[in-house]
């Protein structure tokens, strides 16, 4: 499959919740490059915000690759350049900034989602969801070794904390899965905001039932509903099979989104 002749529908939502006065989240939709991602922000509430900005600044100016390889490393390039940039902030001011990252990239009918810290990546396929990404928090890695188990992980004391971000430490980590696109497939960009308070199989549920944008709609509705504590990001990519006939057409470019 030439990406060209895949009909994209993508929307994205931010909101600063029920609690937070300022948004650290941001996001970014590029269905021309083949790129979206989703960016938490940490270090205060301007730190935050500047780092994921930062972030989503660097990645903006991906343009259009040539390939596979020159897409990840177009997007690479850029995500080290706002760890740059972000650590250079952080010394100037005696504080630690960072940020999380989570991102899709499409090309040549083949994905490739990465990520660093705890902002997620789902897939959903022939209707079943499952979690590409894997948290980079000291509550998984404990999980990991057995030290403890799912249910003590949802009340853990220390759940929020993690141990990978983009412009914290030296060297930028991130992980990385990649494979074959099929048409149909929904992926689910999301910063912990949504998943602290929706389950995976409510997520599931309403990306299954909905267009990108009612289903964006309404996962931050039921965020807030519940008290939304935290920031709350999500970005719905779906790969229209109803629109499969349509082979040479453009991605359908709903790069749109609302951000408060």
């Known amino acids: 499959m030439d990406d060209v002749a895949l009909p994209f529908e993508s929307y994205g939502l931010s909101h600063r919740g029920r609690v937070r006065e300022h948004n650290e ?41 040539t390939s596979a390889p020159d897409l990840r490393e177009r997007f690479e390039d850029r995500l080290i350049e706002a760890h740059d940039e972000i650590r250079a902030t952080s010394r100037q001011h005696g504080v630690t900034i960072g940020s ?10 083949r994905f490739a989602c990465l990520w660093s810290g705890d902002s997620r990546v789902y ?6 969801m499952s979690q590409i990404s894997r948290d980079h928090t000291e509550v998984q890695e404990l999980l990991d ?34 494979g074959e696109l099929q048409l149909g497939d929904i992926f689910v960009l ?14 599931e549920r309403m990306v299954n039932s909905t267009g990108a944008q009612a289903a964006c709609e309404a996962l931050v509705s039921m965020v807030l509903d519940r008290g939304g504590t935290d920031n709350v990001t999500v970005v719905i990519v779906r790969i229209r099979d109803d629109l499969a006939r349509l082979q040479t057409a453009s991605p359908i470019n709903l790069d749109r989104g609302t951000r408060s």
């Open 123 to 128: 897939l959903v396929r022939n209707g079943v």
């Open 190 to 203: 999301g910063t912990d905001g949504l998943t602290a308070h929706v389950s995976d199989e409510e997520i």
């Open 25 to 65: 989240d941001n996001y970014l939709i590029l269905p021309r490059s083949g790129l979206w991602l989703v960016a938490d922000g940490m270090g205060g509430h301007e730190a935050g915000e500047f780092a994921s900005a930062t972030i989503v600044e660097h990645l903006s100016t991906i343009g259009i690759a």
């Open 100 to 109: 999380t990252v989570a991102a899709l990239l499409v090309m040549d009918g």
């Open 145 to 178: 070794r057995g030290v403890i188990n799912a249910t003590e992980a949802r009340d853990w004391p220390r759940k929020n904390v993690i141990t990978r971000a983009v412009g914290v430490g030296e060297d930028i980590v991130i992980d990385y899965q990649h």
